[in-house]
């Protein structure tokens, strides 16, 4: 998969995934080379192989950031209807999930626009206790600029795609 003709493609898995799962997986790498996982909300992919993502609640990332920028997002559409499809027509009619390889940047002031699509990812749930104390204060983000792109293999059953 080319990261660059398959942008769109790319985005639009993102935004599938996000919608099943509610969030992203992103993986770094410690000073002591200990891979770590961290379930990600808020992250939001641009128009040109960059994406940005809240770091409110993030430990590791921003300390594994220091020592080693790479890191790799996990997209998976987690829709049972996708799977359940699949598994009986024995093939995935769409990429049941996509990684997204590239290195962190600084962490930097969030933009009105940023914060607006925060706020559009949320709106739904503003109404309940938990919002404002999730979602309020949410001011600072970190960019991504990302360098590739994969497929993840599930043998003749994405063989096609």
Known sequence: MDIRTDWT????????????????SIS??????????TPIGSLFLNNDQTGFYFERYPSNLPKNSKHNKNICVLAVNSSKWLWLKSLYKNK???YPAIKLYGT??????????????????????????GH???????DTVRDIFF???????????????
């Open 9 to 24: 493609k790319i985005r639009n898995h993102f935004r599938r995934s996000f919608g099943t799962s509610l969030h992203y």
């Open 28 to 37: 770094s790498v410690d000073k002591d080379n200990n891979p770590t996982t």
């Open 92 to 94: 995935f009619s769409d």
């Open 104 to 129: 962190l940047g600084e962490k930097r002031q969030a933009t009105e626009n940023e914060l607006r699509a925060l706020k559009r990812r949320m709106r739904k749930t503003r109404q309940l206790q």
């Open 132 to 138: 404002k104390y999730l979602w309020s204060n949410m």
């Open 147 to 161: 360098t590739n792109a994969e497929l993840i293999n599930l043998g003749k059953m994405t063989k096609h795609l």
